[in-house]
């Protein structure tokens, strides 16, 4: 019987073992997932103000070609004028459409 006690033991200790390496484990993978975490925020909050201020000259640039283009518009034809407003329009379709094709592949 008394291997049978030394064996209900030895399995008692396997067990308690097995149990503090999971939680070890557990508590390592926390740590590594809330530094991860961390990182990707300080990436953010790093790169955030570039890519806010790259946007922001982007569409001042954008709306100053708009209004030299209003400007080449307005001294041509009425059907000159529409023929450059549709082509325009659809230009601006395009780029819409690929910002929500962006969005999308970012929201995934």
């Known amino acids: ?59 001042k640039d954008a709306t100053t070609s708009f209004h030299r283009v209003m400007g080449t518009v307005d001294s041509q034809t009425k059907n000159q004028q529409v023929k450059v407003l549709r082509t325009y329009k659809l230009l601006l379709s395009k780029q819409a459409d690929a910002i929500e094709k962006r969005l999308r592949k970012l929201s995934e």
């Open 1 to 59: 019987m008394s291997t049978g006690r030394e064996s209900k033991e030895e399995l008692r200790d396997l067990l308690r073992t097995v149990r503090n390496e999971v939680q070890k484990f557990s508590k390592d993978l926390a740590e590594a997932t809330q530094k991860a975490v961390d990182s990707t925020e300080r990436a953010v909050r790093r790169v955030s103000p570039r890519v806010t201020e790259s946007l922001d000259e982007a569409m």
